[in-house]
């Protein structure tokens, strides 16, 4: 007969998890802090500003929960009645658009949207911007190259892959940087209690505004573009409600740059601080595949996957996730878990197999990942080229990283160039 062990309850985290992985430090190095995380237990249980979390922290139990159909990621699923934290009477509407869009939606409904974008995303689509992807990088480096120094982050890594979900959406020239500032704004930290949501409303209704706007615009005026074919889409049937459509346009035109803006700006900064890596690159740029998913794992630009929730009690790690529990898999503290990767704090750029978890798992496996692949394998390179005295600005202490553990990324990447060198095209 085999005795049954019952389930441990969550291990309670002494401080608050949220603002240990925001201090600065830990921003700059988050080794420890995930490691520390890891050590108080596979599921840890903390009270973040919106819900009481159970955080996930190891490799394994990471993988294993984003494959899990037990767990929903739409809050409404779990059929007890309880509310997303999104649907609070406070959250202000371009908040709740999220609720409509795929990533917090759950089989079938997620599969219908994924699939109204996915043939947009697929490796051989991506491969035809190819041609594009270089254009705008050899642009924005000659700019670049023009100056003493430079900011990577301004100058490179976001206007590239804004450029380029702004051209596949549709969004005209002059409203891109202004999308920017708005999204910087509405994702600011400070907005996410209710004084800095009061402050940030105005913002947030223009925001808003410049969604509909733009859906209005390809309505009226229907171009070679995604939101064109959206809107087709939706009037060729009961496909896309207007909701949905606006959901969908907000969720690519968000993840479609800010997070590669951290991949291209995290992995330079990485190689430049591990100069034995950077020169094995520039000696062998046949490396740049496995460099571009090495520097996925250990710079982890998005740190979490939006919540999950217990559809069921179930266990995880030999411990007890009652139904209803909202949870936090840690993505970065996965990538960096030693029990997965031999030397998880090492920037190793020949590491294969690298079964990092950057781009997630499961069926919301990110739908961008060819894109931000191929944006990041044509502008670290071509950076590396075009600059072989390439250096940092500043001390590294003095490089400021933005406080969220969401996404990893800096606010600013000021980078020189060694005289002589700058401004040719290779
Ligand atoms: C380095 C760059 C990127 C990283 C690290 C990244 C990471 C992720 C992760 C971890 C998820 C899973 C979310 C979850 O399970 O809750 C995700 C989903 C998603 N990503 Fe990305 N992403 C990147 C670039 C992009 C780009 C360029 C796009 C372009 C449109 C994009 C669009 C999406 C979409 C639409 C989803 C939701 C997929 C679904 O729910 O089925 N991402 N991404």
């Known amino acids: 007969m085999s005795t049954r062990i019952d389930p441990a309850t969550a291990m309670p985290v002494p401080f608050d998890v949220q603002r240990e992985l925001e201090r600065p430090e830990a921003r700059a190095d988050p080794f420890a802090a995930y490691a520390r995380l890891r050590r108080l237990g596979p599921v840890l249980r903390w009270r973040s500003r919106f819900a009481e979390n159970l955080v996930i922290t190891r490799y394994d139990d990471v993988m294993n929960a984003l494959r899990d159909p037990r767990l ?164 060729g049937g009961d496909r896309l409600s207007e909701d949905e459509l606006i959901s969908m346009v907000f969720l690519l035109l968000f993840a479609g740059h800010e997070t590669t803006v951290n991949l291209i700006g995290n992995g330079v900064l990485a190689l430049l601080q591990h100069p034995d890596q950077l020169q094995l690159l520039r000696d062998r740029p046949e490396l740049i595949d496995l460099a571009i998913e090495e520097l996925l794992r250990f710079t982890n630009p998005v740190g979490t996957v939006s919540p999950r929730f217990a559809r069921e009690d179930l266990e995880i790690a030999g411990v007890r996730i009652p139904r209803g529990s909202t949870l936090t898999l840690l993505l970065a503290s996965a990538n960096l878990d030693d029990t997965a990767f031999p030397g998880a704090g090492r920037l190793d750029i020949t590491r294969n197999p690298n079964r990092h978890v950057a781009f997630g798992f499961g069926v919301h496996y990110c739908l961008g990942a060819p894109l931000a692949r191929v944006e990041a394998r044509i502008a670290i390179p071509a950076l590396l080229q075009r600059f072989p005295g390439l250096r940092l600005a500043v001390p590294a202490e003095k490089i400021r990283w933005r406080a969220n553990m969401g996404l990893r990324g800096l606010e600013s990447l000021p980078l020189s160039v060694a005289p002589g060198h700058a401004g040719r095209r290779a």
């Open 72 to 235: 929903a990621n739409d809050r409404r699923n779990i059929g007890d009645g309880g509310k997303s934290p999104l649907e609070r009477w406070w959250m202000p509407s371009i908040m709740k658009l999220f609720l409509g869009s795929m990533v917090m939606k759950d089989p079938p409904d997620h599969r219908r949207l994924r699939n109204l974008v996915q043939k947009a995303f697929t490796p051989a689509m991506v491969e035809r911007l190819n041609g594009r992807v270089e254009q705008i990088t050899a642009e924005l480096l000659d700019t670049a190259a023009n100056k003493p120094t430079f900011d990577l982050i301004a100058d490179l890594a976001l206007p590239l892959p804004l450029t380029v979900i702004s051209e596949m959406l549709g969004v005209p020239e002059p409203e891109r940087m202004r999308f920017r500032e708005l999204l910087g704004k509405v994702l600011e930290p400070a907005s996410m209690n209710l004084v800095g949501l009061v402050l940030n409303y105005p913002n947030m209704l223009r925001l808003n505004r410049f969604l509909r706007r733009l859906v209005q615009l390809r309505r009226e005026q229907p171009g070679d573009d995604l939101v064109t074919a959206l809107v087709q889409a939706d009037e």
